[in-house]
Each structure stands twice: as C-alpha cells, then as structure tokens.
C-alpha cells in the first residue's frame, strides 16, 4: 500500500529542481514588478505549479527525499514506530581498506 501523505519526489536532483524553478518563478514574479510591471506576476502560479502548490509542503518532500530509504515507519495493531533502515556494512580487506556494499 502506498502512502498518500509523502511529498518526496523519486529522485533528490529532481526535487532540488523543482525547488529552483518553484522559488526562481515565486521571488522573480515580485523583483520583475519594476521591470515588467504587473505582468510578471504571472510567473506565480508557476513557481505554485513546480512547487505542488505549497512551498511548506516542498520542503518536508525535501526531507523525505533525502530519507528515503534510510527510514522505515511500520504501524501494527494502531501505533507507528520510526527506525533506521539496514544499512549495507563496510567490508574491511587484508590490508586495511573498507568498502561498502552496494545493492542494485
């Protein structure tokens, strides 16, 4: 089942882009008023539409983008519990070096 409350986008460059052109266009719309006039508040709803509407709400997607995947909420029986995922473990060599494992 899928959560219906999550702001995350499927990648963190994709969200950081939609931040970028959401608060480019909302904070351009005010500067451009001296320049273009009342026109460039036009840019507004675009920077609404990249943000999904609510800038409050991009940036909890934000955290939940970059947690993706490290955290897993589970609820049984009406009460939800916050851990951390498994994380691969580093493999020490022979000589000294660590390395992590990846998964596909």
């Known amino acids: 089942m899928t959560d219906e409350r999550t702001f995350a986008s499927s990648s963190l460059p994709r969200h ?3 931040g970028a052109v959401g608060f480019g266009a909302l ?4 500067l451009l008023i001296p ?4 026109g460039s508040l036009l840019l507004a709803p675009v920077g609404l539409l990249a943000l999904r509407g609510c800038p409050a709400c991009w940036a909890i997607g934000l955290i939940q983008t970059i947690s993706m995947g490290r955290l897993r909420r589970s609820c049984v029986d009406g009460r939800c519990e916050l851990t951390t995922a498994d994380r691969p ?5 022979e000589d000294g070096r660590h390395s992590e494992s990846v998964g596909a």
């Not at 904070?27 to 005010?30: L, R, T």
């Not at 320049?35 to 009342?38: E, K, T, W």
């Open 27 to 30: 904070i351009g719309s005010v």
């Open 89 to 93: 473990r580093a493999h020490q060599h």
């Open 16 to 18: 950081l882009m939609r």
């Open 35 to 38: 320049v273009a006039g009342l």
